[in-house]
């Protein structure tokens, strides 16, 4: 089984629709981040928390809300979806380990597509 | 403004080449720098880690080096084979925990 899992793993949905992805690991990681990737470009961090009382906005939170049910469980709410949100969302988990490589765990991805 | 540049252009080698990947940053102090490859429609998958203090590191056909003075970092693969096409992406992260990402460099080894 994956350790990262994201659903939906593809979307398409109407403008002002409110629409929920979902991210689950089994990693038992206490950190979680959501991220955007258009066509070419980078990853973009939109939300991230470091546990479960912990919540922070990236660099592109405008239009999102996130919310941290548990440990294993990081969602990503756009409220009223709109074309320019159109894009290929990835969840990641990372561990704290100060001697070791930090590196980030990421889903498949869910490719979201606004009309 | 803090920003990350990496190789702009697609990079096409043939086989058996080294692939040198280059990742410049401006008005950044990274703790550390990662690199990560990614397959089209995937999620990035980490490959290496280098920490401020290290000036170079090696694992199998991959190096990475690390300048903080001139602010820049180089990824190499040896001996590159076609396998190794994919989308090399550099992240620069802090000891705040977060990661700030370049957008990619494709390579595409040719047989």
């Known amino acids: 089984d994956a350790d990262v899992t994201q659903t939906p793993r593809n979307r398409i949905t109407k403008t002002g629709k409110r629409i929920m992805l979902e991210c689950s690991q089994t990693k038992g990681h206490d950190r979680m981040y959501w991220y955007r990737q258009d066509p070419g470009l980078g990853l973009r961090l939109i939300y991230y928390?470091?546990?479960?009382?912990?919540?922070n906005k990236g660099e592109i939170s405008d239009g999102y809300s996130v919310s941290r049910q548990a440990q294993a469980k990081f969602s990503l709410s756009l409220e009223s979806a709109i074309p320019n949100q159109t894009a290929l969302y990835f969840c990641a988990t990372s561990d704290l380990t100060l001697a070791g490589t930090n590196e980030q765990f990421f889903g498949p991805g869910t490719r979201l597509t606004v009309l | 403004s803090q920003k990350i540049e990496q190789n702009s252009e697609a990079l096409n080698i043939q086989e058996g080449k080294t692939a040198t990947l280059t990742c410049n940053y401006t008005?950044?102090?990274?703790?550390?720098l990662q690199w990560y490859r990614q397959d089209p429609g995937r999620g990035p998958v980490f490959l290496l880690l280098i920490r401020e203090n290290e000036k170079e590191k090696r694992k199998e056909r991959l190096k990475v080096t690390f300048d903080t003075t001139l602010k820049q970092s180089l990824f190499h693969i040896t001996a590159s084979q076609p396998a190794d096409s994919a989308t090399y992406l550099c992240a620069l992260r802090t000891n705040a925990g977060k990661s700030t990402f370049g957008d990619g460099t494709t390579l595409t080894v040719k047989p």
């Open positions: 928390s470091f546990d479960v009382k912990d919540i």
């Open positions: 008005n950044y102090s990274p703790a550390y």
